[in-house]
C-alpha cells in the first residue's frame, strides 16, 4: 500500500507505489509530487515516461477536438463503434480488472477484435 512521506514544504513522497503500467504491477516506486505535477520516480522508462508526462488535460473529453460533456462524449463514441466494421479493442495495460471485464462485453456486444500490450 502507498505510503506518503513528507520530503520538504514543497514536495510529497508517497512510498511503494504500485505501477499500474503494464503487467509486471512493480510495488516499490518512489513517488514524489510537487503541486499537482510528478516530478520524480524511481521506476523503468515506461513509469517514468507515463508519470513525469501525466496531464490532467486528457481527463477532459474531446469530439474533433472539441471540449464535450461525458454524455456526448459516450455518444459519439457508441455510433463510432456501431458504424465500425472491424472494430479492436486494445491496450488495458493500465486498466483495472473491472474495467477490462467491460471491455471484454464490449467486444463481444459489436463483435470487436480484442488485444492487450503484450502482443507487441
Partial sequence: MATAAKADEQTAVFNN???PFCA???DDL???VRGNQVVKVNGCNLSKGVFMNAHTEWAT???DGKRVDYDDAVDEAA???ARSVNP???GL???DVEAQKKCIELADLIGANLDNASSV
Fill in 61 to 63: 473529453p474531446r469530439v
Fill in 93 to 95: 495495460a493500465a486498466t
Fill in 17 to 19: 507505489v504500485v505501477c
Fill in 79 to 81: 455510433r463510432i463503434l
Fill in 88 to 90: 479492436l479493442i486494445f
Fill in 24 to 26: 509486471t504491477l512493480c
Fill in 30 to 32: 518512489t513517488v514524489h
